[in-house]
């Protein structure tokens, strides 16, 4: 099976699943600046550590349905 043989939906879901990745990436390298360079408020920085968790969670969900298919 070629990518020419999948659904264009697929490639578009592909997509979104490396955005989310890149985001979560990014929010990440974000977090861990400002947990070594800046003094948050901690229930902030929870708040923002669980986001990035949640995001996390929802890339790896979405993954493996990308390659259960």
Known sequence: M???DLPASHDVRCKE???M???WNDAS???TERLFEHREDPQ???EMLDDLDRLRLEAVSASRQLLGS
């Open 2 to 4: 070629t990518s020419a």
């Open 17 to 19: 699943v490396v955005q």
């Open 21 to 23: 990745w890149l985001r």
């Open 29 to 31: 390298q974000q977090m």
């Open 44 to 46: 902030r920085l929870q």
